[in-house]
């Protein structure tokens, strides 16, 4: 079974930065597809960054140059490391995976996880 652990989330002002961090057990497909969403008060879950098992990488215009997603394979851990941090970058941050999936090549789109980690808040103060 996938179980997906965030960590990093804190408190900081407009412009700083953070690093979460995932740790990530139980994934076995050779196959697959890990993402960050983040979701605000009262707003719909929205994908922020995804890496699959080939090196793609999707990233959304709302937090691109700012924001970076890495995995480190051979520790198990995701990360989104978050530059430029801005007021409206607040929300809880998920770490997600789907097994078996890629992205898509010309889209860069990609199925909706189907595993994720508990979450972790990140806060931004004008």
């Known amino acids: 079974q996938v179980q997906l652990v965030e960590s990093g989330g804190g408190s900081v002002q407009s412009g700083g930065s953070l690093r979460l961090s995932c740790v990530i057990s139980g994934l076995t497909s050779t196959t697959y597809l890990l993402a960050w969403f983040r979701q605000a008060p009262e707003k719909e879950r929205e994908g922020v960054a995804a890496?699959?098992?080939?090196?793609?990488?999707s990233i959304p215009r709302s937090v691109k140059g700012r924001f970076t997603i890495s995995l480190d394979k051979a520790k198990n851990i995701l990360y989104l490391q978050m530059n430029s941090l801005r007021p409206e970058d607040t929300a809880v941050y998920y770490c997600a995976a789907r097994p078996n999936s890629l992205i898509d090549a010309d889209s860069g789109g990609y199925l909706y996880p189907d595993h994720w980690g508990q979450g972790t808040q990140v806060t931004v103060s004008a």
């Open positions: 890496i699959d098992s080939v090196g793609r990488t």
